[in-house]
């Protein structure tokens, strides 16, 4: 069972391949935050593999998957393996220890953690854009061998070391990273200019449903957890973050539609 977030398509398309390879299902968490229940409850095969498929957003956890699993109930565990696999434009920090908290508040083991290097996508800060299309090609080429490796580390349950930590993983996790969630989350400058067509494609592929439209143009709610979906999506570039990203590329996965 592959539960994952996602935003651009870059863990999309990682789950997607690791779903085909392993034969788990996929389920999407965006969808299954939207239901009222107090937990989460999905029954467990014997032989089942779980996995958290998910960007990493300040170097933790994109903040929805953390909320998802504070809810979660496997029905039916009984040791079976649990993986982290996070996809980062360059390193993750320690993303795999805070998720790995997160899980032991629901009394959930991590096995293993592995992460997928993919084109970078933040571009709402200063100092922070896509990747060129050199570095971006370079590693949409070089994902599928990475993937790859991750499912052989998991068929054989060996650690292969394919986790990304970086430098300074300290300060970026354990300081950077909960600035983030406590500041930037709920908080945005998102608008959307005057080249708006009012095709909607935004508030539809919202994953938290903070985006509305009022009179055909996007407004957002105090719900955004800065997944960049609707900047890097909207097919005429008509939304920007406040001037931040007048000048900054955009990018969503190639592949995911």
Not at 37 to 45: G, H, T
Not at 207 to 218: H, N, R, V, W
């Given at each position: ?56 957003h ?69 100092g922070?854009?896509?990747d ?54 709920g ?10 067509i ?38 005429v ?21």
């Open positions: 069972m592959i539960f994952y977030f996602t935003g651009t398509g870059n863990s999309l398309w990682v789950a997607k391949a690791l779903g085909e390879a392993l034969g788990e299902p996929l389920i999407p968490i965006a969808d299954e935050l939207r239901k009222e229940d107090k937990d989460l409850v999905y029954p467990l095969r014997r032989d089942e593999k779980i996995l958290f498929v998910y960007p990493v300040s170097w933790g956890p994109a903040v929805p998957m953390v909320r998802f699993i504070s809810r979660l109930v496997l029905e039916g565990y009984a040791g079976q393996p649990v993986y982290s696999v996070s996809t980062c434009g360059d390193e993750c920090g320690y993303t795999d220890q805070l998720l790995e908290k997160a899980l032991r508040k629901r009394r959930l083991p991590l096995t293993a953690a592995y992460s997928v290097i993919m084109p970078n996508n933040y571009i709402l800060l200063p922070f854009d896509v060129s299309k050199e570095v971006e090609e370079r590693k949409l080429q070089e994902a599928p061998a990475r993937v790859g490796e991750i499912v052989e580390a998991i068929c054989s349950r060996q650690d292969s070391g394919l986790y990304t930590q970086g430098s300074m993983p300290f300060l970026k996790s354990r300081l950077v990273y909960p600035l983030f969630a406590h500041l930037a989350i908080r945005n400058s998102f608008r959307a200019t005057d080249a708006c009012s095709c909607g494609l935004c508030e539809r592929i919202c994953p938290t449903g903070t985006i509305t439209l009022q009179e055909g143009k996007p407004v957002w709610s105090n719900t955004c957890v800065q997944c960049v979906a609707c900047i890097h999506r909207c097919p570039r008509a939304i920007e973050y406040g001037k931040e990203t007048l000048k900054k590329g955009r990018y969503h996965h190639p592949q995911v539609k």
